[in-house]
């Protein structure tokens, strides 16, 4: 079984395969909780918060544990009745879903853009560019666990989630310059610097790519545009990677092979309720 959380939470049979119904909006929430904390337990206590928040039912254990059962029959087909969990277990406190890395398209795309940083750093551009296009082509959809919400898991596994995405947009982006398609890398570092303006990395991409493609005045004309855009919203002047990407333009000099950016730290985990 294969689960999808770039996008609407799934399970499908196989890569190719129609998804299985999950059952219950909230059958699909409590998966979704599940996977976020993939081979981790989960208390009952907290699956109850972030199914209901304030305001669960009369019986709240009985609902989860009907939820469970019906889950089971989705994640463990072939399991005969009366035989014990191998996959949605029960544990002293509440639940665990025991499935690999391999199994969950978050958790693929989170190693495979591991590896893009690592084959950019070490000058396999090719090879990175070719990485990136596996990982991003996981998504589904824009928005991770979008049936779950503002629930804390969702709203936590989101941010991790579009923060990678970002920088492997932004490395695929820095693959793409190192092998002098800097036409190819225009319109998409554009595209990321009108949704985040005030993230440095992809004004770099943009002002080294439009002076590597021959356009030095525009480079510098976009420079000077983060430069009043980082004064006026910030207070700050830009950092050493775009001062040193205005003064290649400045002086003519070769566009250099971009390194990537420090990986963004992990937000920190939710505080599991009691």
Not at 131 to 155: C, I, N, Q, S, Y
Not at 244 to 251: H, I, T, V
């Amino acid at each position: 079984m294969l689960f999808c959380l770039l996008g609407a939470v799934e399970a499908r049979p196989g890569t190719d395969a129609v998804p299985v119904d999950l059952g219950s909006p909230l059958q699909r929430v409590l998966l979704g909780l599940l996977l976020t904390e993939r081979d981790r337990p989960v208390s009952l206590d907290r699956i109850v918060t972030e199914l209901w928040g304030d305001a669960p039912p009369a019986d709240p254990e009985g609902s989860v544990h009907t939820y469970v059962s019906r889950l089971r029959r989705v994640v463990e087909p072939g399991r005969r009745a009366g035989t014990p969990a191998e996959v949605l277990l029960r544990t002293p406190s509440g639940y665990r879903l025991a499935v690999p890395a391999e199994a969950v398209d978050a958790d693929r795309f989170a190693g495979l853009a591991a590896e893009v940083r690592e084959l950019g750093t070490r000058g396999r551009s090719a090879e990175a560019l070719a990485t990136a296009d596996r990982a991003l082509a996981l998504w589904r959809g824009p928005v991770p666990l979008e049936d779950a919400g503002d629930r804390d898991f969702a709203v936590h596994a989101r941010s991790r989630l579009e923060s990678l995405r970002l920088t492997c947009q932004e490395d695929r982006l820095g693959a793409l310059l190192a092998l002098g398609r800097p036409e190819d890398v225009v319109p998409e570092a554009e595209g990321l610097v009108a949704l985040h303006p005030l993230r440095e990395r992809p004004w770099v991409l943009l002002v080294d790519a439009l002076h590597a493609g021959g356009r030095t005045a525009d480079a510098l004309a976009r420079y000077a545009e983060v430069h009043r855009l980082l004064d006026d919203e910030l207070g700050v002047s830009p950092g050493p990677a775009l001062r040193e990407a205005q003064s290649r333009a400045l002086r003519g000099e070769p566009t250099a092979a971009p390194r990537p950016a420090p990986a963004p730290p992990a937000p920190a985990p939710p505080t599991p309720a009691a």
